[in-house]
């Protein structure tokens, strides 16, 4: 098969770009899917200590290593000269430390051509990152769908195909993997989900518009954020970041100023399909239940409800008959057949004259008569999120939880429901 003029073909795509659904550089191919100051430091030099992946070639690829952990990372010690900018060296140690383990990534597509002879052109391009030593990269779900194949650069320029091993569009997740012998690899250090807070450091580092290699600093800017999957499904507590993120971002990680993974790029919010400040990330928790599935079994499947609702608002207390001073989720619809709706959980049945939102249609009424959970499994539900948020963290189907609900009659009950495997696409 013949390949195009690489060089002619990005330039062609690098029209095109992508709001929303994902920062990988869409092709003509592709389905479009929506300072601190200078800080002088006492005495002679400050020691920072910042974690360094282990890098390993050659590594053991036998099943049993599938889903094998990343290495402990080595700690070793930079020194800080009096009078340097903190922050500048904070930064250019984590790049030296993460630069290695990012990859690029290139979507190939086989396209025919008016001759009938086929070509293979890129349908799009992103970024990811090294998991571990058995040559398994994450990167989103969106950044390698419908690809014919995979191309993964390493920082060093080394060039590999890559097998596709698993993919889940509900968490736009997906994890490539290359033939460790062939290359050194440098797996990430990750974060913990705990330990982020709005105002921390939040660096990118990437493959923006095909500028391999770039690294954006701003701030965690919002945790906790629904942010829609290709599914229909949402994908709860995304990053929020004003690090600059733009199409080529997506697959990269999201890092903490010790260099580690907090998230992984995958979707912009912005009028011009480029950076307005407004990114998110899938957080690592997700990523870390996700991936070492999808691994092992090529696909991950979600605990589901089979529910559609809204945080309660007390506004909603008279059409309701709830209290003003209880919070929940308020339980609009129930997938016939499905999992609460095999344990009795009530869903809304009569309209009122609150309007909950437009829709192409016209106005969408808040129905009455629904139940309100107030608790999952003895936790406090506050919102509508986080039921999600529970079930995405701790639960796979199968598993049973225990739901505290408040009728409009004012009675409360408990009802166990058997968690089910979500569906393709939201119903």
């Not at 009122?352 to 499994?377: C, F, H, K, Q």
């Amino acid at each position: 098969m013949k390949r195009l003029p690489l060089l002619a073909v990005l330039l062609a795509v690098g029209m095109v770009a992508l709001v929303l659904v994902g920062c990988g550089l869409t092709g003509p191919a592709a389905r479009m899917l929506s300072r601190t100051e200078s800080t002088a430091v006492p005495q002679v030099i400050e020691k920072l200590v910042v974690a360094t992946p282990q890098v390993q070639a050659g590594a053991d690829t036998g099943a049993n290593q599938a889903a094998a952990q990343p290495p402990a990372a080595q700690q070793v010690v930079i020194n800080i000269p009096a009078g340097a900018d903190m922050e500048s060296e904070i930064l250019k140690a984590v790049y030296q430390k993460v630069n290695p383990s990012v990859v690029y990534i290139e979507n190939l597509a086989a396209l025919q051509s008016a001759d009938n002879q086929q070509a293979i052109v890129p349908e799009s391009q992103g970024s990811g990152f090294i998991w571990d030593t058995q040559g398994h990269i994450v990167t989103n779900q969106h950044v390698v769908a419908g690809s014919a194949e995979i191309l993964v650069t390493f920082s060093d320029g080394t060039a590999l195909p890559a097998e596709v091993v698993g993919t889940d569009p509900d968490s736009d997740l997906a994890v490539v993997r290359v033939d460790p012998k062939l290359v050194k690899l440098a797996p990430v250090d990750q974060g913990k989900i705990e330990e982020v807070q709005v105002g921390q450091r939040a660096l990118a580092i990437g493959n923006p518009f095909g500028f391999v290699g770039t690294l954006t600093e701003g701030i965690v800017s919002a945790v906790g954020r629904s942010i829609p999957s290709g599914t229909g499904f949402s994908i709860p507590l995304a990053i929020q970041t004003d690090a600059a993120i733009n199409p080529g971002n997506s697959g990269g990680p999201l890092l903490n100023e010790r260099g580690q993974v907090i998230g992984v790029n995958a979707q912009i919010r912005s009028a011009s399909n480029s950076n307005s400040g407004v990114g998110f990330a899938i957080p690592i928790n997700i990523v870390q239940r996700v991936v070492p599935a999808l691994i092992q079994d090529g696909a991950y499947t979600h605990a589901y409800l089979g529910v559609r609702g809204q945080t309660y608002s007390p506004a909603w207390a008279e059409a309701l008959g709830f209290p003003t001073s209880v919070r929940g989720a308020y339980i609009i619809a129930v997938t016939k057949g499905g999992p609460s709706d095999k344990g009795g959980l009530r869903s809304a049945d009569t309209a009122t004259d609150i309007i909950l939102g437009m829709s192409t249609e016209g106005p969408e009424y808040l129905p009455s008569g629904g139940d309100l959970v107030i608790a999952i499994d003895g936790k406090p539900v506050a919102t509508f999120d986080d039921l999600l948020i529970y079930l995405e963290s701790s639960k796979s189907p199968g598993e049973k939880v225990a739901l505290t609900v408040l009728q409009p009659d004012g009675q409360q009950r408990t009802i166990t429901i058997t968690l089910g495997e979500r569906p393709r696409s939201q119903q």
